[in-house]
């Protein structure tokens, strides 16, 4: 036998035993692995595990399952055990599905005990794909509710002519029918929208961030898709062997390196002190610019900022993107009847004048409640409510979640359980719209049922404090595409196709489903032109559009059409509220800490204390009393500190941090600032004048005022005594405006009582506990900062009497003496 065959017979012998080798080993690690996974899903003896066809199945395996058919084996198992806890098995271990009775315990929780960013890192495999920095930096999301959502009115003339723009260049130029792909038209237009507020100019028109913006989130999706397929020791290895991991990180490169000069510059410019962002420069106005102001320490380094944006684009354009392709599928589906709704609710809005209110996009109810039905039958996801346990927890039902589990809700199972929604298969794009008016006669509780309002059978936005920031934004950007496609200056003819998949297809699968189908293209004449009524986006020149299963036609003139300028009583510059009154009155203070709360700019204008009961004050407010407000973007001018406060709340904050929609917590918060106005202050003020300013000391009236105080503390202990200790708060599971009017009243009563603070509260530790939470809020300490300063410019001592005079009196004789007793205030 000669030496090649030899060694031919021997390789041949090594493949085999190297095969063989390979099969045992695969064989024992699917025995170990499915034991291993039967003793972690008998660690749960009460919950059953939804999907496993047999005793002893590998991970692997009903990973798989998980990845593909999550949603019906969710599904399944909220039908199969309803009001019961149950369990998938994926990759990286157990999902404990929660049943719907816990939603408002679950809600509640604390980040240290069960944290939604740690669910969501886990989703996006972080460890790998980078994802992890929302662990190690929320600043974004901060941003997003405490800058960007109170901030949406002064943002949409520019977000407007952003559309007018991506419009013109993202759809065909032809005036013959033309086939296009509305997909890849509304993701630009989503991609541009989003820019704009993301990060600006000239950012915002750089074809590198768009293009980032779009395929970033694109690369990263494709990178996880693929990873959650496999075991989790694999995915390190695995992911540099996938193109779209690569292909990803060279576009977060190419985004970072884009952004990083401007945001050095920005971030040393504030680290000296010479800048800070400001709201009449687009390119301080934007995400990327507050980011720069506010983040600190490893935070402010450009590369991170830059990531940080760039994952604010990854949630901004693709979910906007996303509903706004499905609202199309079910405006098509829905026949003319709700087209021709829509049309004329836009055109009304219009006409009584598209900016004469702060944002036009919140009358444009039947569409809201579209954009609402829509996302109920196809969700962005179909488990939600999703949460990493920190913990150990047991809940009041007797549930326990051992730390390290991953909790969700079968959210889409919930939205469309015929229980809690009548008739569920039907699209009812106007159920929202009717609901809200049938509650509203009895209840008034119409806003519960927005689109932006996650409610206990709305949950795709999430619940309670952890609801998405984002959610305001992005009811904004999808209805501000639909009222130019559905209506402004196209004229659309929707066609319905059987080809349409499966409701929780992705869109690029239905689009390809539909390309294939028989089209129906027809023209038909324009409507009667309403220039007058369209005149905020502008184009007079009618388009014809019809959408064909999102893969339409497009006919069109040539020449290209922009926004008319308007004219310049149409431009009102964003003008900043002015506090109007003294610098030590508490009640002053009420609103200068709920503007620093709502982090608002403003202005103070003080007054003397002999100026308040005369013109120009009395001008404002007759009673000749402080505060007084006015708002130049609104024309109003109020007094009265507690509807100055509910002002400032319903006005601007647009994400109700410190406010609730739903009719009893609404109510309540008022109830307890009326007990506020009308217990708390006087009462205070009277203890506080008879104690320090009134020229005789009279014992009685000291005495009752202190006794009054101490009634007032009493019933707050009780009310806050009766609360969860997770929840310490007089309304609902978060501070509102109601606890942030006690503040500035509670925050003297040592000096007003003369005793020392453990005096102050002996018997009152839950009040002393909620006070002091308060009194170490940022907003209150500057605040106080800002009326410290004030008061010291001015020569003033703690009470409002100038330093150098003793009494009350002596100071009230010099003024009716004509003396210049005090500094301007």
């Given amino acids: 036998m000669d030496v090649s065959r030899l060694l031919a017979m021997t390789a ?3 493949i085999a035993r190297l095969s063989y080798c390979i099969l045992f080993s695969a064989f024992v690690y699917c025995v170990i692995d499915a034991f291993l996974t039967r003793r972690s899903v008998k660690k749960r003896p009460g919950l059953p595990l939804v999907g496993n066809f047999t005793s002893l199945v590998p991970s692997f395996v009903l990973n798989l399952q998980y990845v ?7 599904e399944s198992g909220y039908y199969k055990y309803p009001g019961q806890t149950f369990q998938l098995m994926r990759a990286e271990g157990p999902v404990v599905v929660l049943p719907h009775s816990l939603l408002e315990e679950l809600s509640r929780l604390p980040s240290d005990v069960a944290e939604a960013t ?3 890192e886990r989703d996006l495999v972080g460890s790998v794909t980078g994802a992890d920095l929302v662990l190690e930096n929320r600043s974004h999301q901060a941003i997003v509710q405490r800058k960007l959502t109170p901030r949406l009115p002064q943002l949409l003339r520019r977000m407007e002519a952003a559309a007018i723009a991506s419009f013109a260049t993202s759809f065909p130029d032809s005036e013959e029918w033309t086939v296009f792909k509305p997909y890849m038209a509304l993701r630009d237009i989503s991609a541009r929208l989003s820019a704009e507020v993301i990060v600006g100019p000239p950012f ?14 694109e690369y990263l999706f494709q990178t996880v898709v693929v990873l959650r397929c496999f075991p989790t020791w694999t995915r390190p290895v ?3 062997l996938l193109p779209s991991y690569w292909r990803g990180r060279k576009l977060l490169r190419g985004a970072q390196d884009l952004l990083r000069p401007k945001i050095s510059h920005l971030s040393h410019a504030s680290t000296a002190g010479t800048w800070q962002p400001h709201q009449d420069k687009p390119g301080d106005f934007n995400v990327l610019a507050w980011l720069c102001g506010r983040a600190r320490g490893n935070n402010r380094e450009p590369d991170t900022v830059g990531h940080l944006s760039l994952l604010v684009a990854l949630a901004a354009v693709h979910t906007t993107l996303l509903r706004m392709v499905n609202v199309l599928y079910d405006v098509t589906a829905a026949g003319s009847g709700l087209l021709d709704e829509l049309s004329n609710e836009i055109a009304r809005v219009a006409r009584s004048g598209w900016h004469d209110i702060s944002n036009p996009y919140d009358a444009l109810d039947r569409l809201d409640s579209v954009l609402r039905e829509s996302q109920r039958m196809s969700p962005p996801m179909t488990m939600g409510m999703k949460r990493l346990f920190k913990k150990p927890y047991t809940f009041q039902d007797g549930t326990r979640v051992d730390a390290g589990t991953y909790a969700c809700m079968a959210v889409y199972a919930i939205e469309n359980d015929p229980s809690r929604t009548c008739d569920p298969d039907r699209f009812d794009g106007l159920r929202a719209y009717r609901a809200a008016r049938d509650e509203s006669a009895t209840t008034s509780a119409a806003d519960e049922h927005l689109f932006s309002s996650p409610s ?16 305001f934004f992005a009811s904004v950007v999808v209805k501000m595409q639909c009222g130019r496609l559905l209506w402004v200056d196209e004229c659309v003819h929707l066609e319905v196709h059987d080809a349409i998949g499966p409701r929780l297809d992705w869109p690029a699968n239905r689009i390809d489903v539909a390309r294939y189908g028989a089209q129906v293209l027809q023209d038909f004449a324009p409507p009667p032109p309403t220039s007058a009524a369209r ?18 036609s497009v006919r069109r003139p040539k020449a290209l059409v922009v926004q008319q300028e308007r004219g310049a009583e149409d431009r009102k510059a964003h003008v900043l509220p002015r506090v109007l009154g003294l610098t030590c009155d508490r009640s002053v203070a009420q609103a200068v800490l709920m503007l620093e709360e709502l982090d608002l700019n403003y202005e103070i204008k003080s007054f003397r204390f002999d100026d308040v009961k005369k013109p120009p004050f009395t001008d404002v407010n007759p009673n000749g009393r402080t505060p007084a407000i006015e708002d130049p973007n609104t024309g109003l001018t109020l007094w009265e500190s507690g509807a100055i406060l509910q002002y400032l709340v319903e006005q601007y904050d647009v994400g109700k941090r410190l406010a609730y929609t739903s009719l009893k917590e609404k109510h309540v918060c008022n109830q307890w600032l009326q007990f506020q106005m009308s217990g708390q202050g006087p009462y205070f003020g009277q203890c506080g004048w008879f104690t320090h300013l009134h020229p005789e000391r009279v014992q009685s009236a000291v005495d009752r005022y202190a006794n009054e105080i101490r009634h007032v503390l009493g019933v707050l202990e009780v009310a806050l005594s009766a609360r969860p200790a997770s929840s310490q708060w007089l309304v609902g599971d978060k501070m509102t405006y109601a606890d942030m009017a006690f503040v500035p009243w509670n925050f003297r009563l040592s000096e007003v009582l003369l005793k020392p603070w453990d005096e102050v509260w002996e018997g009152l530790p839950h009040v002393r506990a909620w006070h002091e939470k308060m009194v170490d809020l940022p907003s209150w300490k500057r605040a106080m900062s ?18 150098g005079i003793d009494t009350f009196t002596e100071y009230e004789k010099k003024i009716a003496a004509g003396d210049d007793a005090t500094a301007a205030i």
């Fill in 12 to 14: 041949c012998g090594n």
């Fill in 118 to 120: 740690a669910a969501l």
């Fill in 786 to 803: 800002i009326r410290a300063r004030l008061m010291d410019e001015q020569g003033l001592q703690w009470n409002g009497v100038p330093k």
């Fill in 535 to 552: 005149e905020h986006f502008a184009p007079s020149c009618p388009r014809h559009l019809c959408v064909h299963l999102l893969y339409g």
């Fill in 238 to 240: 695995l992911a540099c």
């Fill in 68 to 74: 593909w058919k999550a949603t019906q084996l969710a």
């Fill in 204 to 217: 915002c028109n750089d074809p590198k961030w768009l293009h980032a913006a779009v395929m970033y989130t």
């Fill in 456 to 471: 206990p059978d709305f949950l795709s936005f999430g619940h309670g404090k952890t609801a998405c920031p984002g959610r």
